[in-house]
């Protein structure tokens, strides 16, 4: 499927296929493409759980309001950031030329160094570009997907073991629809949110 079509015909589809798994190698196919995603300063600050295992996913269930596709998807991945990814900068820049090297690398502990607001915007922000990233390949993959925020996050925290320093930013499950999303609601016209240089 082509990018375009891939655009229009993705739809957060709440209702999968729970007999179907996915192959391992489409797993590894589908994150490395979303390891593509930019990053501010290249931090790939990102961090993804991929849950297969039917024990996790129905605990992941009953923090998610028994939200029915948690547990019925052939995945349900956690998207999660580090928020010291930037303490460690060194190695993001490790095979550009030195005269690049000099110059980003100490940029980037200034710029979000004792800055926690920031470091957090930042973990947002890539973990918003990675999930459509992971839409969109699902979708060309011939597979459907559900962004979701609604999960109790201290303990889905605790049930994928989150790391102190890390942050959790949306809940994705990806699958065999087992029955399309419904029409879609109303989208706001065109006019109302595009605006050419200034509002």
Not at 58 to 76: G, K
Request: overall charge negative.
């Amino acid at each position: 499927m082509d990018t375009l079509s891939a655009i229009r015909e993705r739809r957060s589809v709440k209702h999968y296929d729970s007999s179907h798994k996915m192959a391992a190698s489409e797993i590894r196919e589908l994150f490395e493409l979303a390891l593509l995603s930019p990053t501010s300063f290249n931090m790939q600050n990102w961090r993804f759980v991929v849950v297969t295992d039917q024990t996790k996913k129905e605990a992941l269930r009953a923090a998610a309001w028994d939200q029915a596709q948690v547990s019925e998807a052939s995945i349900t991945v956690l998207l999660c950031a580090n928020l010291k990814a930037h303490e460690n900068a060194g190695r993001y820049w490790i095979d550009a030329p030195q005269p690049v090297q000099d110059m980003l690398v100490p940029m980037i502990g200034g710029f979000y160094g004792d800055k926690p607001d920031m470091q957090h915007d930042e973990a947002l922000r890539s973990i918003g570009i990675a999930s459509q990233t992971l839409m969109l390949t699902a979708k060309s993959m011939g597979y459907d997907s559900c962004p979701m925020i609604g999960f109790d996050p201290k303990q889905v925290a605790e049930i994928i073991q989150l790391p102190a320093d890390h942050t959790i930013g949306m809940m994705l499950t990806i699958g065999k629809a087992l029955k399309p999303a419904s029409q879609r609601a109303g989208q706001l016209p065109y006019e109302e949110v595009v605006f050419t240089d200034s509002f």
